[in-house]
C-alpha cells in the first residue's frame, strides 16, 4: 500500500463556492416531546412479534400509562397501531410500511442526479458517474461515458467488491458507522488491484478519515493502472450518506491543475445535491 500526501492538495485550491456547497449539518435539533414519545411506542411495537399490553409498553418507554394510552389512541386513529383489546394490547398495522413502499417509488435518486450528473459531464467532458452501496456491494447506478476517445471504462463487476479501492466507494465508506464499515469490509475484503490500491484496515479508516475532513475522495490508481476518480458522498439532511458521484479521467490529463478543477467540480455538483435534499427541493 502507498501513501499519497498528493490526495489532499486538490482541498488547498478548492474554491470558496465549492467548499460552500459542502453539505451543512447543524446542531441536532430540539425533540418535539410528544412526537419523541410515539417515535418511541413505534419502536417498541416494532420489536415484537405480538401485541403488547398498555402497561408494558408505558414500562418499556418510561412514560406513564395515561400519557402513553392517549398517545396509543392517536396511532390507532391515524392508522398506524392496531387496539387488539384490552387483554391482547396494542400491535403495528401495515401502514409504516406501505409509507415506506410508496417513498422508495416515489424517490429515485437516479432521477435526481440525471440533470446535475448529465451537466457535469457536458462540462468537464470526462467520465461521470454515481453509486450506491447495496449491503455490501458497490452498485453503479448511473454512469455518462466520456467524451474524449481515450478514457477506458471501469470493469463494473470487478468495482462491486472493491469499495476501498474507488472514489464513489470511499466516498461512501468515509460517512458510515464503524460497525457498518466493518461489516462491509468483512464481506467485501480488502483484495489488492494495483499497486496502490489500500489493503489493510488501519490504513483504510485513515484514508477515510481524510475524506472527511476534506470533502472528497481520491483513487489513485487503486483500481485500475492510469486511471484517476474524484468522489463526494450525497448526503441527506441528517448527515446520513445516500450515494456518491465522481468523476474518472486517465492520469495521463491528471495534471494537478487539473485534478483541482475536476475536484471543485464534483464537490460543487454534490454539496448542490445534498443541499437540495436537506431543504426538501427534489
Not at 74 to 100: E, P
Not at 159 to 174: E, V, Y
Amino acid at each position: 500500500m502507498t501513501t499519497r500526501p498528493e490526495a489532499e492538495k486538490p482541498f488547498s485550491a478548492l474554491t470558496s463556492a465549492a467548499r460552500d456547497t459542502v453539505l451543512e449539518v447543524g446542531p441536532p435539533p430540539r425533540l418535539i416531546q410528544s412526537v419523541d414519545r410515539a417515535l418511541q411506542l413505534i419502536e417498541v411495537m416494532a420489536s415484537k412479534d405480538h401485541p403488547v399490553l398498555l402497561n408494558e409498553l408505558a414500562k418499556a418507554t418510561g412514560l406513564n400509562v395515561s400519557t402513553c394510552h392517549h398517545l396509543l389512541a392517536t396511532l390507532v386513529t391515524r392508522g398506524y397501531a392496531i387496539h387488539a383489546g384490552r387483554s391482547r394490547g396494542y400491535t403495528l398495522s401495515s401502514k409504516l410500511g406501505d409509507l415506506a413502499a410508496l417513498s422508495s417509488r416515489e424517490f429515485d435518486i437516479c432521477q435526481f442526479v440525471h440533470g446535475d450528473l448529465e451537466a457535469l459531464n457536458a462540462s468537464l467532458r470526462e467520465s461521470v458517474q454515481m453509486a450506491v452501496l447495496r449491503d455490501s456491494l458497490l452498485i453503479t447506478r448511473l454512469r455518462f461515458a466520456s467524451h474524449m476517445p481515450t478514457h477506458v471504462e471501469p470493469d463494473e463487476v470487478k468495482k462491486m467488491r472493491a469499495a476501498h479501492a474507488t472514489a464513489t466507494g470511499k466516498a461512501i465508506l468515509a460517512w458510515l458507522p464503524e460497525t457498518e464499515l466493518a461489516r462491509v469490509v468483512s464481506n467485501s475484503g480488502l483484495a489488492a488491484f494495483t499497486p496502490n490500491t489500500i489493503t489493510s484496515l488501519s490504513a483504510l479508516i485513515e484514508e477515510l478519515r481524510m475524506v472527511r475532513r476534506s470533502g472528497f475522495a481520491v483513487d489513485d490508481e487503486e483500481l485500475e493502472a492510469d486511471v484517476v476518480c474524484f468522489g463526494a458522498a450525497i448526503r441527506d439532511g441528517t448527515g446520513a450518506v445516500l450515494g456518491s458521484i465522481s468523476v474518472s479521467l486517465p492520469k495521463s490529463r491528471a495534471s494537478e491543475d487539473y485534478r483541482t478543477h475536476v475536484t471543485n467540480a464534483v464537490v460543487q455538483c454534490a454539496g448542490k445535491l445534498s443541499n437540495r435534499l436537506r431543504v426538501g427541493h427534489f
